[in-house]
């Protein structure tokens, strides 16, 4: 691989190839050798990923900060003449839809793996042929969502099993945004379902409106909002109270194995919320009590599964063919994960697969104390 040209390719601010290039890792990405970056370097995404066969880079989703205290964040992190856009921030994940070669489009994770299960979705679900006939150099930046997908299970109201929405267009090589009003024309003209819009704000009027938005979002059991300036080269989340619940639930239900700053972060993001915006005594008190609840319970279900012989872990359910699922399985065993298949049935001419992703650490670890172990 030519390292010099894909650095100045890559516009990185690192000051030679070499000082980025050791943090490539070199993988097979389905049947490409891929350098792929697994996190975040010298102004390169995480997940940038160069397949040098098709001569092709793929950049990262750029990381999105987080404001704690809405107003002030605004504030500080919007100019005063700026428009905000706000959209609704869905619960899935990331998937990044290319075209770089004859094999038809990819679909990437976060982390820089071609996911085959994924691909086999949006190729499904997104009319892709014609985008990238007239956009090959484009990226579709998307979330798959709904109860059967491998990473995220998530319920939506309108999503029976799973789908996908559309929230940034990108160039594939700088990831350079195309602007939030052009690419909601774009994506409509190729029928591509979106994140919802809620509106374009001034900046003065911003904190209410997303406030709004979070309340109904919240009631809904719906994640938050992205704030984003016209041009999308700024973006910036704001989660709801369910959200940050539902991850300590989740955190809780595997206690040794996500780590502490993930359970310390949501408590911080709940302070800041109620800080902010519960307003009386009361409010803060069933905020507390619903909190207290997404720990505690999670965490006597998981010890006493345990105790009575059971296995924890994340659970999903997918469907689709049957080669796309064993390949699916496969992607998920080389990436050292423990995949014990529970369910393996057909319908509706689909193969359906309900699995278990075994957290291992915290099957481990809770035995040992549960049979005297000292903490
Ligand atoms: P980070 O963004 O800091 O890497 P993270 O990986 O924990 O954090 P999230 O907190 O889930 O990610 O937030 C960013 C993700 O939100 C994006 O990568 C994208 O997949 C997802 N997302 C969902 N809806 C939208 C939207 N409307 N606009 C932008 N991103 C969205």
Known sequence: MDERAYFERLDS???????????????????????????????????????????AIVRGYPSIPRVLALDAGVTSFFDSGATVFAEEKLDGFNVRVVDVGDD????????????PYTTARVRELLDLGEFFEEYPGKMLCAELIGPETPYTTHDYEEVDS?????????????????????????????????????????????TEAVWSAIEELDAEGREGVVMKTADSDSMVKYTTESKHHDELADAFSLPFDLGRDFVFSRITREAFQAAEFDESDERLRERAHDLGESILLPAVDTIRKIES???????????????????????????SLTVEVEEDYRE??????????????TTDRTTYYLEGGTY
């Not at 559309?166 to 945004?177: G, I, L, N």
């Not at 193969?351 to 992703?357: A, G, I, Q, Y």
């Open 162 to 206: 799973h789908a996908i929405r559309v929230f940034d267009v990108r160039d594939r090589e700088s990831a350079a945004p195309i602007a939030v009003p052009e690419r909601r024309d774009l994506c409509a003209r190729y029928d591509f379902p979106q994140s919802r819009l809620f509106g374009r704000y001034d900046r003065s009027e911003a």
């Open 13 to 55: 601010t690192a000051s030679d190839p070499s000082e980025l290039f050791e943090h490539f890792e070199q993988r097979s990405v389905g049947e490409y050798t891929a350098h792929v970056l697994p996190s975040a370097r010298h102004g390169v995404e995480r997940g940038t990923v160069i397949l040098d066969s098709a001569d």
């Open 348 to 361: 509706n001419g689909q193969r359906v697969v309900e699995f278990l992703k075994v957290a291992e650490s």
């Open 309 to 335: 012989g059971g296995t924890v872990g994340e659970r999903h359910r997918v469907r689709g063919g049957n080669d796309e699922i064993d390949a699916l399985l496969d992607h998920l065993r080389d990436l």
């Open 104 to 115: 038809g489009p990819l679909a990437f994770t976060r982390g820089g793996y071609i996911c």
